[in-house]
């Protein structure tokens, strides 16, 4: 079957975005705002969101970043630390200013060395999350060096994420990211419960890409991208008729230079050409018709909110984007994602 000239779908959110602070977030906010009416906003600054005044103020900083002729929300997280404030938390989701809580295991990535070192340290905060209602969002990978990079995820889901949801039979959570089988099963077996985001850097490559020619690392990112076997699975998944999977990017930017040196930041900025992507991998699967569900309904879905008013219109034709955008304020430069293979949508 020919694909359609156009496809016209509710404007999606994403559910997984970093925008940093400063310079990066000046330069970034736009690409987001751009594309989504919404997105949720990863707390890992440097030092982290943790109270509803920092959230308050990031949020601000946000706003005045995206141009005043795009409508954009940004939905703000608090970044859980160990002995989280359970009347913070409350108060927080309370207020309108928290969406959901993030749990980062410390040192699992950028920015999260402040992260949660043990389950029981957090106990108080996730059932204060229970009673308000509030998701918890999680970086599903343990950190323990013994494990391979490769199965950090498969173990985290055993040791970690099976045990938390029988301690928090109320707590709604999404496994962020997901990038194997096991966590599209995880997922598939907690309906009503459970949520998985997952990015277009995952559906389009596997960790042979990382190696191709080089060292590439500007598709470096955690966690890492697995075999094959385990992408087709995402794909499965994201175009299934499943409501438990929904937009989460990920994007995270580094400056070029910061990710081509000795020791590279891991993260992938694809919040210019998220859209594109996601288009190219359901129309390789023949389920266009199925993008509008994953883009723009199961996320609202998952967090009670409406799906967005508004329509957006991607167009078969050559992806056009630039390779790089400016940090100004750095003399620097942020190098936008691209697969290697073609993409054929446009934003």
């Known amino acids: 079957m020919p694909l359609p000239a156009t496809i016209t779908i509710r404007r999606p959110d994403d559910w997984h975005v970093h925008l940093r602070d400063g310079p990066l977030l000046a330069a970034c906010a736009v690409h987001t705002a751009r594309q989504f009416g919404r997105a949720i906003i990863m707390p890992n600054l440097v030092p982290p969101v943790t109270k509803v005044a920092e959230a308050s103020a990031y949020r601000e900083r946000i706003r005045a970043a995206v141009p005043k002729d795009l409508?954009?929300?940004p939905l703000m997280t608090c970044y859980l630390t160990d002995g989280?404030?359970?009347?913070?938390?409350?108060?927080?989701?309370?207020?309108?200013?928290?969406?959901?809580?993030?749990?980062?295991?410390?040192?699992?990535?950028?920015?999260?060395a402040h992260g949660v070192t043990s389950m029981d340290r957090v106990a108080k905060g996730l059932e204060a999350m229970e009673k308000a209602g509030m998701p918890l969002l999680v970086h599903g990978e343990v950190t323990d060096p013994d494990v391979d990079i490769f199965d950090r995820e498969a173990?985290?889901?055993?040791?970690?994420?099976?045990?938390l949801l029988k301690r928090h039979q109320g707590l709604k959570i999404v496994l962020e990211h997901i990038t194997t089988r096991e966590g599209v099963a995880f997922v598939e077996a907690h309906p009503g419960r459970l949520g998985g985001t997952i990015t277009p850097h995952h559906l389009s490559y596997n960790r042979n890409a990382i190696f191709k020619g080089g060292i590439r690392p500007h598709f470096y990112c955690l966690p890492i991208a697995k075999r094959e076997e385990h992408r087709l699975a995402l794909r499965r998944a994201a175009t299934?008729?499943?409501a438990q999977f929904f937009l989460g990017t990920d994007t995270a930017p580094h400056t070029t230079d910061t990710k081509e040196c000795a020791c590279g930041c891991a993260g992938?900025?694809?919040?210019?050409?998220?859209?594109?992507?996601?288009?190219?991998v359901f129309a390789e699967e023949g389920k266009l018709d199925r993008l509008e569900a994953f883009a723009s309904l199961n996320g609202p879905?998952?967090?009670?909110?409406?799906p967005n008013e508004e329509r957006v219109t991607l167009r078969a034709a050559a992806l056009d984007a630039p390779d790089h955008i400016?940090?100004?304020?750095?003399?620097?430069?942020?190098?936008?994602f691209r697969p290697d293979t073609p993409v054929d949508w446009s934003f």
């Open 84 to 112: 989280a404030d359970p009347a913070e938390l409350t108060r927080g989701k309370t207020e309108g200013v928290w969406v959901a809580a993030k749990l980062y295991p410390a040192h699992a990535t950028t920015n999260s």
């Open 301 to 306: 879905a998952f967090y009670g909110l409406p």
């Open 71 to 73: 409508r954009f929300e």
């Open 155 to 163: 173990v985290f889901l055993e040791k970690v994420l099976a045990p």
């Open 326 to 336: 400016e940090v100004p304020a750095l003399a620097k430069t942020i190098t936008v």
């Open 268 to 280: 992938v900025f694809n919040a210019p050409v998220a859209m594109q992507v996601y288009a190219q």
């Open 240 to 242: 299934s008729d499943s």
